[in-house]
C-alpha cells in the first residue's frame, strides 16, 4: 500500500495552443504521475462533457477544493475505488459537474502514479501479466472535416501499414504521408499545402480524389515492400449531417445514397478500416451498411460509441459494427475505458485505442493501448504530439524484445 499524499491540477497548453487539464499525483513512496487530457473538435454529442458550464477554470477549482482532499490518503492501488470517487463527487451520469478532462486526467496521472510506486511501466501495470501483443498504427495522411477549413469533407484519409514490426510500420506510415504530400505539391504547384490539427495534409479536393491520391502512394509502397498496407477513412458523418442528408461539397446524400457511396468506395480502393460512415444516431444504418462491407472491412463505431459500454451493448445487440474506437476521455475514467474494452473483446470487436484531434506531449495513450492489448492504435503520423505516442510504442516493442 502507498498513500496519494500531494495532488494538484493545472493549466497547460494543448497542440491547438489551447489550455487543457494536467494533474499531478504523488504519492508517500516518493512515486509521481502526470496526465494531460487531450481535446476533441469533431465530438460525439454523447460523450461525457469535457468541461463543467464554467469552463475549465472551474474544473480546477472542483479538484481543489473537492477532489484533491478526498483522494489524498487514498491507497494509490485502488484505481477503482478512486475512480468512483470523481463520479460520487461528480454526481451526474456524463461528468457535465466535474469535466470528463479533469476526470481523465486525474484518473491516469493515479495510475502513471501507480505504476511509477510499484516500479513497472504504465502498460504492464494495466496489462499484468497477459501476453503484450504491439497495436497496429493508424496514421491521418489527409484530412479535412472539423479539423481544417477548406480540406475534404470526409475528416480522415488513412493508412494502416501491418510491417512485422510497430517500429516498420510507424516509418513507413510518415513515409507515406511525406509522399502523399509531394504529390499533392506536385499536382498545385502555385499553392502552399498546409496540414490540419491532427497534421494531415490539407488541399481542396473532394473525397474520391484525395483518396486516389492516397491509393496511388499506397499501391507504389505495395509493390517496392512486402507488407500489406491499406487506406482507411474516418467519415466523422455527424459532422456533415444535416436536416436528414449528408452534406459533401459537391452534393448532398441521403442515407441510402450515402450508404452505396461508401460501399462503392470500399470495393474500389480496397478500404479495410471506415469509421463513422453514418452519423451518431443511426446504429440502423449501421447494422445495414456493416452486412453489406462488414467481411471487407473494419466498421469502427466513434461517435457511435463514445467508448461507452451502454452504446456497445446496444450496438453488439444490433450487429451495428465489427469495430470500436476508444477514447480514454469520451468516457472519463481509466476504469470505464477499460470496462468498454472488455466488453468489445468478449464480443469480438476490434479494438483501436485513439488520440484526440487536440493532444500533447503526454505519451500515455501508448501505454493504455499495449497495456489493454489494443489491435490497432489511432494516433496520427507525425507531430511532436503525435511522435510522442509513437515513439513510445517504438521504446516499448524494444523493451519487450529485450
Ligand atoms: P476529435 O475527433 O476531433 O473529436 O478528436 C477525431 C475523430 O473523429 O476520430
Ligand atoms: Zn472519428
Same mark, same amino acid.
Given at each position: 500500500?502507498?498513500?496519494?499524499?500531494?495532488?494538484?491540477?493545472?493549466?497547460?497548453?494543448?497542440?491547438?495552443?489551447?489550455?487543457?487539464?494536467?494533474?499531478?499525483?504523488?504519492?508517500?513512496?516518493?512515486?509521481?504521475?502526470?496526465?494531460?487530457?487531450?481535446?476533441?473538435?469533431?465530438?460525439?454529442?454523447?460523450?461525457?462533457?469535457?468541461?463543467?458550464?464554467?469552463?475549465?477554470?472551474?474544473?480546477?477549482?472542483?479538484?481543489?477544493?473537492?477532489?484533491?482532499?478526498?483522494?489524498?490518503?487514498?491507497?494509490?492501488?485502488?484505481?477503482?475505488?478512486?475512480?468512483?470517487?470523481? +463520479?460520487? @463527487?461528480? *454526481?451526474? %451520469?456524463?461528468?457535465?459537474?466535474?469535466?470528463?478532462?479533469? #476526470?481523465?486526467?486525474? $484518473?491516469? !496521472? &493515479?495510475?502513471?502514479?501507480?505504476?511509477?510506486?510499484?516500479?513497472?511501466?504504465?502498460?504492464?501495470?494495466?496489462?499484468?501479466?497477459?501476453?503484450?501483443?504491439?497495436?497496429?498504427?493508424?496514421?491521418?495522411?489527409?484530412?479535412?472535416?472539423? +479539423?481544417? @477549413?477548406? *480540406?475534404? %469533407?470526409?475528416?480522415?484519409?488513412?493508412?494502416?501499414?501491418? #510491417?512485422?514490426?510497430? $517500429?516498420? !510500420? &510507424?516509418?513507413?506510415?510518415?513515409?507515406?504521408?511525406?509522399?502523399?504530400?509531394?504529390?499533392?505539391?506536385?499536382?498545385?504547384?502555385?499553392?502552399?499545402?498546409?496540414?490540419?490539427?491532427?497534421?494531415?495534409?490539407?488541399?481542396?479536393?473532394?473525397?474520391?480524389?484525395?483518396?486516389?491520391?492516397?491509393?496511388?502512394?499506397?499501391?507504389?509502397?505495395?509493390?517496392?515492400?512486402?507488407?500489406?498496407?491499406?487506406?482507411?477513412?474516418?467519415?466523422?458523418?455527424?459532422?456533415?449531417?444535416?436536416?436528414?442528408?449528408?452534406?459533401?461539397?459537391?452534393?448532398?446524400?441521403?442515407?441510402?445514397?450515402?450508404?452505396?457511396?461508401?460501399?462503392?468506395?470500399?470495393?474500389?480502393?480496397?478500404?479495410?478500416?471506415?469509421?463513422?460512415?453514418?452519423?451518431?444516431?443511426?446504429?440502423?444504418?449501421?447494422?445495414?451498411?456493416?452486412?453489406?462491407?462488414?467481411?471487407?472491412?473494419?466498421?469502427?463505431?466513434?461517435?457511435?460509441?463514445?467508448?461507452?459500454?451502454?452504446?456497445?451493448?446496444?450496438?453488439?445487440?444490433?450487429?451495428?459494427?465489427?469495430?470500436?474506437?476508444?477514447?480514454?476521455?469520451?468516457?472519463?475514467?481509466?476504469?470505464?475505458?477499460?470496462?468498454?474494452?472488455?466488453?468489445?473483446?468478449?464480443?469480438?470487436?476490434?479494438?483501436?485505442?485513439?488520440?484526440?484531434?487536440?493532444?500533447?506531449?503526454?505519451?500515455?495513450?501508448?501505454?493504455?493501448?499495449?497495456?489493454?492489448?489494443?489491435?490497432?492504435?489511432?494516433?496520427?503520423?507525425?507531430?511532436?504530439?503525435?511522435?510522442?505516442?509513437?515513439?513510445?510504442?517504438?521504446?516499448?516493442?524494444?523493451?519487450?524484445?529485450?
Amino acid at each position: 500500500m502507498s498513500i496519494i499524499d500531494a495532488a494538484f491540477a493545472r493549466k497547460v497548453l494543448d497542440s491547438r495552443g489551447n489550455p487543457t487539464v494536467e494533474v499531478e499525483i504523488h504519492t508517500d513512496n516518493n512515486a509521481v504521475g502526470i496526465a494531460i487530457a487531450p481535446s476533441g473538435a469533431s465530438k460525439g454529442s454523447h460523450e461525457v462533457r469535457d468541461y463543467p458550464p464554467k469552463g475549465i477554470d472551474e474544473s480546477l477549482k472542483i479538484f481543489k477544493e473537492k477532489v484533491a482532499p478526498e483522494i489524498i490518503g487514498q491507497d494509490i492501488y485502488n484505481q477503482k475505488y478512486i475512480d468512483q470517487i470523481l +463520479h460520487t @463527487i461528480d *454526481g451526474s %451520469t456524463n461528468f457535465a459537474n466535474i469535466g470528463g478532462n479533469l #476526470a481523465i486526467a486525474t $484518473s491516469i !496521472s &493515479v495510475a502513471k502514479a501507480a505504476a511509477n510506486d510499484i516500479g513497472l511501466p504504465l502498460h504492464r501495470y494495466l496489462g499484468g501479466h497477459v501476453s503484450i501483443r504491439m497495436p497496429v498504427p493508424v496514421a491521418n495522411v489527409i484530412g479535412g472535416g472539423k +479539423h481544417a @477549413i477548406n *480540406g475534404t %469533407t470526409i475528416q480522415e484519409f488513412l493508412v494502416i501499414s501491418h #510491417a512485422k514490426k510497430v $517500429s516498420e !510500420s &510507424v516509418f513507413m506510415n510518415a513515409d507515406i504521408h511525406r509522399q502523399v504530400g509531394k504529390k499533392l505539391k506536385e499536382k498545385f504547384p502555385n499553392m502552399s499545402i498546409g496540414v490540419g490539427d491532427e497534421r494531415a495534409w490539407v488541399v481542396p479536393l473532394n473525397d474520391e480524389e484525395a483518396l486516389k491520391i492516397l491509393k496511388s502512394v499506397i499501391d507504389d509502397f505495395r509493390s517496392r515492400y512486402d507488407i500489406d498496407i491499406y487506406p482507411g477513412i474516418d467519415v466523422a458523418a455527424s459532422s456533415f449531417f444535416s436536416n436528414g442528408k449528408y452534406v459533401y461539397k459537391e452534393k448532398e446524400l441521403e442515407k441510402d445514397e450515402q450508404i452505396e457511396f461508401l460501399v462503392n468506395l470500399v470495393d474500389e480502393y480496397e478500404i479495410k478500416y471506415l469509421e463513422d460512415p453514418l452519423e451518431e444516431n443511426d446504429f440502423e444504418g449501421f447494422s445495414k451498411l456493416t452486412r453489406l462491407v462488414g467481411s471487407k472491412t473494419l466498421v469502427v463505431g466513434d461517435d457511435l460509441f463514445v467508448t461507452n459500454p451502454e452504446r456497445l451493448m446496444k450496438g453488439i445487440e444490433s450487429d451495428a459494427a465489427n469495430a470500436i474506437l476508444l477514447k480514454p476521455n469520451q468516457i472519463g475514467t481509466l476504469t470505464d475505458f477499460i470496462k468498454t474494452t472488455k466488453l468489445a473483446k468478449e464480443a469480438a470487436y476490434t479494438t483501436v485505442v485513439s488520440h484526440r484531434s487536440g493532444e500533447s506531449e503526454d505519451n500515455a495513450l501508448a501505454e493504455i493501448a499495449v497495456g489493454v492489448g489494443g489491435e490497432y492504435i489511432k494516433t496520427g503520423a507525425i507531430g511532436g504530439e503525435r511522435t510522442s505516442k509513437l515513439n513510445q510504442l517504438i521504446r516499448i516493442e524494444e523493451y519487450m524484445e529485450d
